[in-house]
């Protein structure tokens, strides 16, 4: 017999190739994953030790199978019994807690009274406190039972001069418990806006098998879409009459009684935008390669992003019915971004194809089908579900729409959600072939409405147990970022470019040149592009001929750029645009004024350069030490002239021993600003006291170097 691999092998005995891999590492055979290949005397011995063990297996499996129904159905029946009597439940219990709510404010007022009155009285040490952000002295003060007054003194003889409505930090809490004994704990305050903190780890005991979820990516017509097309045409219209009635930019195939989820995302873009707002919703990862084109810019781009999502890799060799079709170069060529195929004894899944005809769809499947069992995806459906969203929109008959990808529990309709910066209630719930659904599963894309804004490709979201908590979490959400809004950067103008570069806000200016012909264009955009001053630069991010329109004003207001018209005018939809988005026109008839202000608006961009200039020496001619004050060196300019603003040198035998600021500068008993040539003066270092007769003082200033 010919030899075959460990997942065909497993197939005919219908069993997983995990199951076949593991009995195959017990009795000592080679094997390395599922496409390991099994010869006549391996596979006598599989045969063997399956027989062996075939027939308790299946007594076992039948008995599971059997108590496994009866716990479904008890479990029904107890939670229908459940339901009904929660509902009677719930009335009384509302009115016992309104009731007992009284009856505790009551009491807690009491108490609060009694513990006011008792407050002056000395209560013991505790052995720990613990506390939340910010302390004062006077809180930290009632925590350990002890003065106020107390508290200030100890602070004082570790060196921390503090009022008792003054902050301490996290060192000297610790010192001051320390000194009594006390372990002090800081609680970390929990974000309740945070959805992180509502999902709940699962239980591995209820984890089960879930769908994989496969996004494609590739270079540009390389056969992404019409790959995608293909699969959906083959697997999905087969069991629809009509076709597909409604694309929601996911779906679903059934591969041997499996499902596999595609997001129709071509192109690595909408796959790293997702990952870069937290969404890890892919599985894996087909790479479409032409095998007439080889390996491109793209899809060395799209290798670099799966492989930074740690996602297992399938090669799609497409158009393997074209001319010049060479498939051992894509294989060769992939192999230096360590992409080795199988056959050459690497661990990368190759299949050739051909999207157009239909051509290794199914063995495509099947690959992905493999890869998933051996990655063990896994998912809880008993719980509140949480997930992704693919795409969103605003219909003008169904308000906010969001296609939603659950990735844990089991959404249903009714349920409360915050979705990413908004909230709501699931109305209804749509599929990927247009039918309604109540509930969807683990990697099952539905379609929902009953969101009160549009939310984000990428957003998270999350299924409460109650609709005000939802709502709750869903406002300070949506407040959190409208306020980040605000904060955003401002709109960059020719007139406060300068302030915006003192905050360190922009280091290079983005231009939309528009132009009354295509010569005024061109020419310049490459005249701007020309103006060479160093750590700035000119990004011309559109060019065009015409008047300025609307579009060009929602181009500048998303890149942060300035609009250049030269000889044209914007319209008045333009001129409205420009006014609500705040964007700077700048209209000019001469070629050479334009350059001249993007230039001087580039040149007051650049850090300013300092150099230091050298205004005087001053020599120590007596000391005079003041205990309150410190060394007052009593000195006479030797040249140039001293400043009480300038820095200085102290140098002693020619060496420079301290460098730092004048303190105080007098001649006689006055303040002055600075002092001449041929006259004495008294001056002090700030925070340095070492100082000696001969000393020599040097007095200099930083001046800006203009460019």
């Given at each position: ?7 065909q092998y ?7 190739s995990?199951?076949v ?8 055979l080679?094997v ?5 290949t099994?010869?006549d005397?391996?596979r006598?011995?599989?045969?063997q030790?399956?027989q062996v ?9 039948s008995?599971?199978h059997k108590a496994?129904?009866s ?11 459940d339901?009904?009597?929660k509902k009677?439940?719930n009335k009384k219990n509302?009115k016992?807690?309104n ?5 505790n404010?009551?009491k807690e ?6 513990q006011?009155k ?12 613990t506390?939340?952000?910010?302390v004062t002295?006077?809180?930290l003060?009632?925590k350990l039972n002890k003065?106020t ?5 100890k ?6 001069m503090?009022t008792k ?12 418990c320390?000194?009594y004994?006390?372990?002090?704990e800081?609680?970390v ?20 098998e879930r ?8 270079h540009?017509?390389h056969?992404?879409?019409?790959l995608?097309?293909s699969?959906r045409?083959t697997?999905v219209t087969?069991g629809?009459t ?8 996911a ?5 041997n009684g499996n499902k ?7 192109g690595h873009?909408?796959?790293t ?11 894996v990862?087909?790479?479409?390669v032409?095998?007439?084109d080889?390996v ?5 781009e799209?290798?670099n ?6 996602v297992?890799?399938?090669?799609a060799v497409?158009?393997m019915d ?7 170069r894509?294989?060769?060529?992939l192999?230096e971004?360590?992409l080795?195929?199988e056959?050459w004894?690497g ?5 050739h194809?051909?999207?157009?005809k239909?051509?290794?769809i199914?063995?495509?499947?099947e690959?992905i089908?493999?890869v998933a ?6 998912a809880n459906?008993?719980r509140?579900a949480?997930g ?5 929109q605003l219909d003008?008959g169904?308000?906010?729409v969001?296609t939603?990808l659950?990735?844990?529990g ?6 409360p959600i ?6 709501g209630?699931?109305?209804a719930m749509v599929n ?7 509930k969807?599963?683990?990697?099952t894309?539905v ?5 009160n ?11 409460f147990?109650?609709?005000?908590t ?9 407040q959190q970022?409208?306020?980040?809004r605000r904060n ?5 103008s020719?007139?406060?470019l ?7 806000e922009?280091?290079d ?6 132009a ?5 264009v061109?020419?310049?955009a490459?005249s701007l ?9 000119v990004?011309i991010i559109h060019?065009?001929?015409?008047a300025i ?9 998303a890149?942060?750029a300035?609009?250049f018209g030269?000889?044209?005018r914007p319209d008045a939809?333009?001129?409205r645009?420009a006014?609500s988005?705040q ?8 070629i ?6 993007v230039?001087a608006?580039?040149?007051g961009?650049l850090?300013p350069?300092?150099e230091?200039?050298?205004?005087g020496?001053?020599e120590?001619?007596?000391i ?8 007052i ?10 400043t ?9 035998d020619?060496v420079?021993?301290?460098?730092g600021?004048v303190d105080t500068?007098k ?8 002092v001449?040539?041929?006259?004495e003066c008294g001056i002090t270092i700030?925070?340095y006291n070492?100082?000696k007769?001969?000393?020599?003082i040097e007095a200099y200033?930083m001046?800006?170097?203009k460019?």
């Amino acid at each position: 017999m010919a030899k075959i691999r460990v997942y065909q092998y497993a197939k005919e005995l219908n069993k997983s190739s995990k199951e076949v891999i593991t009995k195959m590492k017990e009795l000592g055979l080679s094997v390395s994953n599922h496409m390991s290949t099994i010869d006549d005397d391996m596979r006598a011995t599989l045969d063997q030790s399956f027989q062996v063990n075939g027939t308790n297996q299946q007594e076992e499996a039948s008995q599971n199978h059997k108590a496994n129904e009866s716990n479904q159905n008890q479990n029904k029946n107890q939670s229908s019994n459940d339901n009904s009597d929660k509902k009677k439940s719930n009335k009384k219990n509302k009115k016992q807690q309104n009731k007992g709510n009284k009856q505790n404010n009551h009491k807690e007022q009491g108490k609060n009274n009694k513990q006011t009155k008792d407050k002056g009285k000395n209560q013991g040490t505790p052995s720990k406190i613990t506390y939340s952000g910010a302390v004062t002295v006077e809180e930290l003060a009632e925590k350990l039972n002890k003065e106020t007054n107390e508290i200030i003194k100890k602070l004082m003889f570790l060196g921390v001069m503090a009022t008792k409505n003054q902050d301490l930090d996290d060192a000297s809490i610790e010192l001051i418990c320390s000194e009594y004994g006390v372990e002090a704990e800081e609680q970390v305050e929990v974000d309740e806006s945070d959805l992180s903190t509502y999902i709940e780890e699962d239980d591995p005991a209820k984890l089960i098998e879930r769908p994989s979820v496969v996004t494609i990516m590739g270079h540009v017509d390389h056969g992404k879409t019409t790959l995608l097309d293909s699969i959906r045409h083959t697997k999905v219209t087969e069991g629809e009459t009509g076709g597909i009635t409604q694309h929601i930019g996911a779906y679903q195939v059934k591969e041997n009684g499996n499902k596999i989820t595609f997001l129709d995302t071509p192109g690595h873009a909408a796959f790293t935008s997702m990952r870069s707002r937290g969404a890890q919703v892919t599985d894996v990862a087909i790479l479409v390669v032409a095998a007439d084109d080889g390996v491109m810019p793209q899809t060395e781009e799209a290798i670099n992003h799966a492989k930074a999502a740690e996602v297992p890799i399938i090669v799609a060799v497409n158009k393997m019915d074209v001319e010049g079709a060479n498939p051992d170069r894509v294989m060769q060529e992939l192999t230096e971004h360590e992409l080795i195929p199988e056959d050459w004894g690497g661990d990368t899944i190759f299949v050739h194809l051909s999207a157009i005809k239909g051509e290794g769809i199914d063995e495509l499947l099947e690959m992905i089908t493999l890869v998933a069992e051996m990655e063990e995806l896994t998912a809880n459906p008993d719980r509140l579900a949480n997930g992704t969203v693919i795409e969103a929109q605003l219909d003008k008959g169904r308000g906010s729409v969001a296609t939603l990808l659950v990735q844990n529990g089991t959404l249903e309709v009714g349920d409360p959600i915050v979705v990413g910066n908004t909230f709501g209630r699931v109305r209804a719930m749509v599929n990927d072939i247009g039918k309604r659904v109540k509930k969807a599963t683990p990697s099952t894309p539905v379609e929902i409405t009953g969101l009160n804004d549009v939310p984000s490709a990428g957003d998270q979201f999350v299924v409460f147990e109650d609709e005000k908590t939802a709502r709750q979490v869903g406002e300070k959400r949506q407040q959190q970022h409208i306020e980040a809004r605000r904060n955003d950067q401002a709109r960059v103008s020719i007139d406060d470019l300068f302030d915006q570069i003192k905050q360190g806000e922009i280091k290079d200016i983005n231009v939309i040149v528009k132009a009354d012909v295509q010569g005024s264009v061109e020419a310049l955009a490459a005249s701007l592009e020309k103006i060479e001053v160093e750590g700035v630069k000119v990004n011309i991010i559109h060019t065009g001929v015409g008047a300025i329109k609307e579009s060009d004003i929602i181009l500048a207001s998303a890149s942060n750029a300035i609009v250049f018209g030269f000889n044209v005018r914007p319209d008045a939809n333009a001129k409205r645009a420009a006014e609500s988005e705040q964007v700077d026109i700048r209209q000019h008839r001469v070629i050479y004024k334009a350059i001249e202000e993007v230039e001087a608006a580039m040149k007051g961009m650049l850090d300013p350069e300092y150099e230091e200039k050298v205004i005087g020496q001053v020599e120590v001619r007596e000391i005079f030490k003041v205990s309150k004050i410190g060394t007052i060196a009593g000195s006479y300019v030797m040249e140039g002239k001293i400043t009480r603003d300038s820095g200085i040198r102290l140098i002693r035998d020619g060496v420079v021993i301290y460098e730092g600021e004048v303190d105080t500068l007098k001649r006689f008993k006055d303040d002055v600003k600075e002092v001449a040539q041929n006259y004495e003066c008294g001056i002090t270092i700030k925070n340095y006291n070492d100082i000696k007769e001969g000393d020599v003082i040097e007095a200099y200033i930083m001046e800006e170097i203009k460019v």
